[in-house]
């Protein structure tokens, strides 16, 4: 059995979690999120827990089903309580970013600005070299922000463009000066 899989999932005061027809709904305080599960599954809520059982006879794609259908159903419940936090670090000379209303201004060093436009349900704030992306949806602001820090990626040399606050970047020797 599925190490994750088995594992319930608690339910926190404010959400509610309904699974009908392969759709799976989510809703909570900071919004309302669904999906569809696989058939593979099936979602049972007693109470204030929630577990991810296998539908199927226990094949392999029931087996790999199981495991994610709870990670999914887990991200889903934490986004609409707590939500999720992205931030990103802007490196270099001149480089800067602007967030106004549903777009993302970047001014990475090109000829002309970059406008990334931010879905909905995904808020971004912009103090000095910092973008801080915030969403309910795990899965759809990881993309934004991978969309984000590849307009311009870290480079090895002097560590210029944007990257994952988090992130390390080796850093190279460059050229040796002729002699």
Do not use: C, W
């Amino acid at each position: 059995m599925s190490r994750v899989g088995k594992k319930p999932i608690e339910i926190p005061k404010g959400v509610s979690i309904s699974a009908d027809a392969g759709e799976l709904r989510v809703k909570g305080p900071r919004g309302e999120l669904s999906r569809r599960i696989p058939p593979d599954v099936k979602i049972i809520v007693d109470g204030a827990s929630a577990v991810v059982e296998r539908a199927g006879s226990g094949g392999r794609r029931s087996r790999a089903m199981h495991g994610l259908g709870r990670a999914l159903l887990q991200n889903m419940v934490t986004g609409v309580s707590d939500g999720f936090t992205r931030t990103l670090e802007i490196n270099g000379v001149g480089y800067r970013a602007d967030a106004r209303g549903g777009v993302l201004a970047l001014l990475l060093g090109h000829s002309h600005p970059i406008e990334v436009l931010l879905p909905t349900g995904i808020s971004a704030k912009v103090e000095k070299n910092i973008i801080t992306l915030q969403s309910a949806d795990r899965e759809q602001l990881g993309q934004l922000a991978a969309v984000v820090r590849a307009q311009r990626g870290p480079e090895p040399y002097k560590g210029k463009g944007i990257k994952y606050t988090e992130e390390t970047i080796r850093r190279k020797v460059g050229k040796a000066g002729a002699a």
